[in-house]
């Protein structure tokens, strides 16, 4: 009988582990995609994401 337990609670890490690792891989996703589109969004616009500066000391110039 402590076989059979021991078995069910080595499952049970497994499976909270394997939960656990899905989650991260979704993360890292969503962070690998979110940094992508930024890269893609500096490549399309030619300014490496330096805009945003631009728009500023134009608006202190006027």
């Known amino acids: 009988m402590q076989h059979a337990a021991r078995i ?3 499952r049970k890490r497994i499976t909270s ?3 656990l690792l899905k989650s991260i891989q979704r993360r890292l996703d969503s962070i690998d995609h979110t ?3 930024g890269l893609i969004h500096e ?3 030619g300014d ?3 805009d945003h500066e631009n728009h500023k000391s134009s ?3 006027s």
Request: no cysteine; aromatic share 0%; hydrophobic share 30%.
């Open 8 to 10: 069910s609670g080595v």
């Open 48 to 50: 490496g994401g330096r």
């Open 35 to 37: 940094l992508s589109a």
């Open 43 to 45: 490549q399309s616009t």
């Open 59 to 61: 608006l202190k110039s």
């Open 17 to 19: 582990l394997n939960s």
